[in-house]
């Protein structure tokens, strides 16, 4: 049976997790920007656990328009956070679905202090522990640049930067940008960041969870950082 510690976690030569019951739960914390859905891709190719980004399932909600969609659609479009209930509500179906079984990738959740303490709750029902918290730090000044340089390609969901991480000339008519990824939602959003997420950090301090990941350095950079902290072989 495997080890439910990342860092001790059953690996084959490749670094993959191996062997029945290898479970790894892990959350990705950081402001708006820090290049969460970036490395929840490159994690996840390597482990096989579900990606779940919260920002993800309430922008599908609204895009096919379903009820949920409807009543999010205005938190985000103006860089709220939609409000607590409806955000646990959602993990707690996603995390009772059975490819969770493996283990999870949490991406943007939790986003406040009660949602932590919700997701604790709701682990401990299960059965389930967390292995580890990685906070990917990256300071405001960059923020801003990164998020209004951001484009998602709709059909393979690879997320580009016009800058940083420029599309194939092939791909650039079809990218599409988030609504909310402009400069005045940003600096909401970047504000309710430091109001509310960043208590979430002390939170699993205290726990031993945290991880702290310099965010600045390329994305490759940043993927090995990733993998050296859980004990990956490189
Ligand atoms: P980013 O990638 O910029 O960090 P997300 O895609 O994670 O943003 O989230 C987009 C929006 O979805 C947020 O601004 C917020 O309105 C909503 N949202 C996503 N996750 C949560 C959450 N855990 N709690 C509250 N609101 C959330
Ligand atoms: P988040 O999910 O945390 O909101 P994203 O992964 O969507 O962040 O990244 C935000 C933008 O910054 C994207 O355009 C992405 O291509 C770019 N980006 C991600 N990681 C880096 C990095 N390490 N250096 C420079 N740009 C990055």
């Known amino acids: 049976m495997a080890s439910r510690q990342a860092g001790a976690a059953v690996l084959d030569q490749a670094g993959r997790l191996q062997g029945e019951g290898a479970v790894v739960r892990l959350i990705l914390l950081g402001p708006p920007g820090a290049g969460k859905g970036t490395q929840a891709a490159r994690i996840v190719q390597r482990w096989p656990i579900p990606h ?40 707690r179906r996603r995390l009772h679905e059975p490819d969770c079984a493996q283990g999870f990738l949490l991406d943007g959740f939790p986003r406040t202090r009660p949602q932590a303490e919700a997701l604790d709750q709701l682990l ?6 967390l292995d580890a918290v990685l906070l990917l ?70 726990r031993g969870l945290l991880r702290r990941i310099d965010g600045t350095r390329d994305p ?15």
């Open 52 to 91: 779940i980004s919260t920002g993800e399932m309430f922008r599908r909600a609204v895009d096919d328009d379903t009820p949920l969609g409807q009543q999010v659609r205005q938190y985000m479009e103006s860089g709220q956070l939609v409000p607590d209930e409806l955000v646990v509500q959602m993990v």
């Open 124 to 129: 401990e029902e299960m059965g389930q522990r």
């Open 137 to 206: 730090e990256v300071p405001d000044e960059l923020i801003l640049e990164r998020i209004t340089g951001r484009r998602m390609d709709p059909e393979t969901g690879t997320i580009y930067h016009l800058k940083y991480n420029p599309p194939p000339p092939e791909v650039l008519p079809r990218l599409v940008q988030r609504p909310d990824d402009t400069e005045e939602t940003c600096r909401k959003r970047l504000a309710k960041y430091h109001r509310e997420t960043e208590a979430v950090i002390p939170y699993y301090e205290q």
């Open 220 to 234: 490759d950079q940043v993927t090995e950082q990733i993998f050296q902290v859980l004990g990956v072989p490189q």
